[in-house]
């Protein structure tokens, strides 16, 4: 079995570039030629940009991809990121009305999601948060990534206080509750154009504070997969997942390799996103993974030479 797996796409965004029909084309050229092809496509969350845009524009940028994923025989997966994280509240959504039409009305918390939803004539495997699956006798997880350590670190610190306090237990629910409660405020002022310019300077200040609160350096340093090794392991921990061989994930926009002594590979997968300013800790775009039984490589679109390469053992 071979796989492609794409992570933060953004479609909908001025700066996605696979929004452009030659660079789908060229994508899969080149998968015909360092892999002769692929059986599955793994979609890792943020496909669609539904926190900057109209959820209308965001499908429309996609698009040129989806149809010429629907012109292969392939086996689509998607897991859910953030900025696509509405179409798992329309999945909960729907759960809860099809329960309230038969009068299940207690609350329920779903700690994983697998659903079918069909794009532009494309149908898709939807999961949240995350996909298992084997692969020569190696176990591979593969999630978006939002759920690492990162920007809610303090709020969830702080609700796991209160919690304490009350002697109640901390749980994933809280998190995703929380998150949830979050995404949707941004997802519903994605159509107002004042409230979108106004986020976007509330992220770039509270960016800026954090790394100067932190040390100049240490979004760059926390970004990259080595940075982010710890918390893949809580992840793991947390969720009771088991023996994990290879942890999968993007979000972060930088591709990388990373793993220690008797832990799981962690490998990020990069993005399609052009970044501009040269502030940016994004080292390069347009990488991709691509997975079979002999290892796994790291691709950046139009060069021969793989960014990163690494047998399974």
């Not at 071979?2 to 796409?9: A, R």
Request: with cysteine.
């Amino acid at each position: 079995m071979s796989s492609l797996i794409i992570s933060d796409t953004h479609f909908g965004l001025d700066s996605s570039t696979l929004k452009s029909p030659a660079k789908v084309d060229q994508l899969m050229q080149e998968i015909s030629e360092f892999e002769s092809g692929c059986d599955e496509v793994v979609l890792l969350g943020d496909i669609f940009d539904f926190w900057r845009v109209p959820p209308e524009n965001a499908v429309k940028g996609a698009i040129p991809f989806l149809k010429r994923l629907s012109q292969e025989s392939l086996k689509i997966r998607y897991v859910v990121g953030n900025h696509d994280h509405h179409l798992v509240v329309q999945k909960q959504e729907a759960e809860f009305m099809e329960r309230a039409s038969r009068g299940d009305l207690y609350p329920i918390y779903y700690p994983s999601l697998h659903w079918r939803r069909t794009f532009c004539g494309l149908d898709i495997d939807m999961l949240y948060p995350a996909y298992r699956a084997r692969c020569s006798r190696r176990t591979f997880l593969f999630t978006h990534g939002h759920h690492l350590d990162g920007i809610q670190n303090f709020t969830l610190q702080m609700v796991e206080k209160l919690r304490r306090i009350s002697g109640e237990e901390f749980l994933p629910a809280d998190l995703e509750m929380m998150m949830t409660y979050a995404y949707e405020g941004i997802y519903r002022s994605a159509c107002i154009g004042e409230m979108v310019s106004f986020e976007n300077s509330v992220w770039k200040a509270s960016s800026l504070l954090q790394r100067f609160n932190a040390g100049f350096f240490s979004n760059k340093r926390h970004a990259c997969v080595e940075g982010q090794y710890e918390a893949i392991l809580k992840f793991i921990r947390d969720r009771s997942l088991g023996k994990i061989d290879c942890f999968i994930y993007g979000d972060t926009h930088r591709a990388g390799i990373f793993q220690k002594k008797s832990g799981p590979l962690a490998v990020n997968t990069g993005c399609f996103v052009r970044e501009s300013g040269n502030n940016s800790c994004l080292e390069t775009s347009d990488t991709y993974l691509l997975l079979d039984e002999g290892g796994l490589t790291i691709r950046k679109l139009g060069r021969k030479r793989p960014l990163f390469l690494c047998e399974i053992l």
